[in-house]
């Protein structure tokens, strides 16, 4: 008898949780729909920093002030991985943002989730003036997926002070491997302690260099002619980038933080003076040159590829805005609107100059040669030539693949256990099993 | 105490009971079992997707090229758990004997002794991560201004070990520190003073009185230090190390300090996600807790007699 | 004890103190310098200490982090004590049947700590929960739906605060230890009670709570810093901001990218760090006094 009454008290009390939590929920769209507030567009982001999130709150804020009916609710997510899966789970639950800032290697990934709409079904709108190759990364069969934001590639950071202390030509800067070693080993040797590379450990870089070098990363097209199956991370393009890393690190030119992906901790190495060469992408050049301040002089050069290659060009990548599904239209068309804003000629230009971002419209780009922008500063145009010498193939079109994360950390991890005295082949070997297991494992999703 | 005379209603203990037992029964029996089904499935947190695959997820974690790593980091969550506990212990024996000795005039120490236990894991990574960067850190900056010295604190596999095994042991000294003290407070003197005149040193005392009577609350830290070696040191690892660094054969599988409890979370939240596959880890890991819990009961009891405490 | 040696002593715990503590004090010194400072050798004070907090506080919302925490960590420290003690008090003092059984449920959950269950607990708590009752009732009567398939419904919970409250308001450690607590307590009470006709409100009013006093208090601290302390459980099913646990918090400080500003994150650690001294400090006899009753079994 007491054993009936407890279960069904039992019963009761998870009804009237289960329950509550429904009410809730109702209540929300309710006072949602009743109510004269404007409606909130939520848009979510990655960026961390003060300047680039501010940048975004800022805009976010002037739309609102010309809009009544609608409001832009922006927020910072935390790394891209985590902004990708904090989107896919909210729209689990029906809560989902209207705008995500997805990154290239996550677009297989959305596109497979399901959840995002694409932007270019939302009614007619011209695309015709954001830069070709970036928006064909994001066209999917014909249609636009998502809108191209910030577009980025890596470039050589350089102290001059100590390529000068070195007898080296800042202006001047190495282009290849090679010439990186070869300096060091001279700076070295006219007794710059610092002499050597940073960058941080970041599958990012190897990407460029497969790219640079015209290697896909995976088949069937690097994953652009049908569904990625198989790897290619023992190419020999890819044995080269390896090989790198280990020379510069034998000789004891490599610096790094010991964190895998620690773009910050990689970014201080170079603002400390602790290195005389730096990695990193163009969109640092704003925040690196505010720390430096005028601790030293800080040049630019084209990210140094392998002498063996020449250049194909960078991945045309960066993140992109995309739009997720199951809004009521005239939202989905105002978020559409915001990300148009978002990008439009002159907020782009704005963007580039603070942060070192590619425009992504040509009109930007146009009116700022007409500022004479460029000629100001020489270091300014490095990102641009390597844009505009990129040709466009699969391989600097960037690798599709659903397990691209994965495929990054097991990079990383296999150029670490390198770093630790691991044989290159042997890692290689390795990561490329384990990659290819992921990326089957994943692929037996569908 | 007496049991003959207790309270009757007749569901005056329902009412007592049932939040208790509701909140178990709902948030951690069930839970446990859905990780049992979710085991048998590949299901892919992105993508929602469910595929009943039998056990080829345990099947994964013992065979094949994903069960090196798995290998890798069971054996090094025992070496941490064991590196974290003992030194800890015994480290915070000696200092709650040391102040304990001092009696009244100890008093000011055990402020300053147990305060830690107000720390968390996650600022005891904070601050280490900032302390001990290899290249902008303080500690080399500051070993910098005498020797060439840099140690590479974060890559290198036994540095990095050292790490995150002494940030553990700072973390917990407070909370051990706390145990201890409020024990050997009730130790009667007497014990002491009848060793001392048979002329026994302090060393020997130690080792003599101490140890054994203190043995319950060792045994009892000893399983709540375990505890956080397997599950609350997950936030130091996350902040500090992320997991890292992966070293050189045979300890090339896997990051260093990816643990039992890291690995579950990287591979059901992180990358490409199969929450099958860490449920399956989940599985393995409560058997293992099962495991060690039958221990603890079982030798727990004798231990109990043996430290002779008041029962 | 001789002179020489107490000297001894007392020099090998100021030395031991200082090093415990030297992190953090670390820590302090360069919450106060400003950028330029903070990545340097130098441990003088700065005069940033302020600006550093203030900037932590509004910037990076920290202040939104604290009242959560400290909401959630009250509120557990609270309801867990609450829950437990009553809980304690029918095993104790009450005589029913099946007692042993739910004792015995209650137990084997010492060993199932949630970090180690957060595969299934995710999907519990973050599902949609069902439409209506009719098809909330039709899964759980369904056993085969209910028990052998991943979870269908959960209760739709992310995000919200209620996520990292409800799962952690019971505890078999908290029970245990009043148990442990009660049965110390004299049977010879307990008969006076009984015969004088109080029910078991009284009993609790007038005897056992005023006794319980170090019990519960060192129970609040416990439990207090325990929720306080959470990490993966929030870091895993909270993804707003302004419902994230602090030390989740502590994480985004330090970003997952450029320009770390060292100087806050210390300002920001600190702060951490206040609220459970606070709680340590202020309950600090009971605390001692509450935990030296109960392992003494």
Known sequence: MKKLFSSILFMILCVSLFAGGQKETDAAANSMAASSQPKEIQFWFSFSDDKRSGWIKDLAADWNASHTEYKIVAEQKGSYRETLQAAVLASRQSVAPHLVHVFEVGSQLAFDSGIFEPIGNIGSFDTSDYIQPVLNYYTLNGTVNSIPFNSSSPILYINEDMMIQAGLDPKNPPETFEEIIAACEKAKAAGVTEAGLGFNLHGWFYEQWLAEQGAPIVNNGNGRDGRATETMLDSKESKIIFNFIKELNDKGFYKYTGKLEDWGGSDAIFQEGKVMFHITSTADLGNISTAIDDRFQMGTGRLPIPGSSKRNGVVIGGASVWLTKGHPMDEMEAARDFILFLTNTENMMDWHKMTGYYPVRNSSIEKLEQEGWFTEAPTRTIAFTQLLETESNMATAGGLMGTFGDTRTIVEEAIQKVLNGADVDASIEQAKTLADLKLSEYNKNF | ?311 | MTRKKKTLIHMILIISAFFIAFPLIFALLKATQSPGQVMSATLWPGSMFFENIKNVWVNYNFYQYMFTSLKISFVIMVGKTFFSFFAAFALVFMNFKGKKVLFGMILVTLMMPTEMLIIGMFDLVSLQPPENAVHFLKWILNPKAFLLEPIRYGFGWTDKPLSIVIPFLASATAVFFFRQHFRNIPGSLMDASLIDGAGPFRFILHVLFPLSRNTIGALFVVQFIYAWNQYLWPRVIIRNESAQAVQVGLKALIGNSEGVEWGQVMAGTIMTMIPPLIILILLHDHFMRGIALTDNK
């Open chain 2, 1 to 311: 105490m007496n049991i003959q005379s207790q309270f009757k209603s007749r569901f005056l203990h329902w009412i007592f009971l049932v939040p208790t037992v509701l909140v178990l029964v709902v948030f951690l029996y069930f839970p446990a079992w859905q990780s049992l089904i979710l085991s048998l499935f590949r299901s892919n947190l992105f993508l929602g997707t469910r595929q009943f695959i039998g056990f080829e997820n345990f099947k994964n974690l013992f065979t094949g090229p994903l069960a090196p790593a798995y290998g890798q980091v069971f054996v090094q969550t025992i070496v941490f758990s064991v590196l974290v506990i003992f030194p800890g212990l015994v480290i915070s024996l000696i200092l709650a004997t040391l102040t304990n000795s001092l009696g009244k005039e100890g008093k000011i120490y055990r402020i300053l002794l147990i305060w830690p236990y107000a720390l968390s894991p996650a600022v005891a990574g904070t601050i280490f991560s900032f302390m001990f960067n290899p290249e902008t850190g303080a500690v080399n900056t500051f070993l910098g201004l005498f020797t060439s010295w840099q140690p590479r604190w974060l890559d290198s596999p036994l540095l990095v070990f050292f790490l995150v095994v002494s940030g553990s042991i700072w973390k917990n000294l407070g909370y051990n520190i706390v145990f201890y003290l409020a024990f050997l407070q009730n130790i009667p003197a007497e014990n002491y003073e009848a060793a001392a005149l048979d002329g026994a040193g302090t060393f020997r005392q130690f080792l003599k009185i101490t140890i054994p009577l203190v043995s319950p609350v060792s045994y009892f830290l000893v399983f709540t230090n375990m505890s956080y070696a397997l599950f609350e040191a997950f936030a130091l690892v996350d902040i500090l190390t992320s997991g890292g660094p992966v070293g050189s054969p045979p300890v090339d599988h896997a990051g260093l300090t990816t643990f039992l409890i890291y690995k579950v979370f990287q591979d059901g939240f992180g990358g490409s996600s199969n929450m099958g596959f860490a449920a399956a880890q989940s599985v393995i890991l409560m058997v293992l807790v099962a495991l060690l819990t039958m221990f603890q009961f079982k030798f727990g009891e004798t231990k109990v007699h043996y430290g002779g405490s008041s029962s």
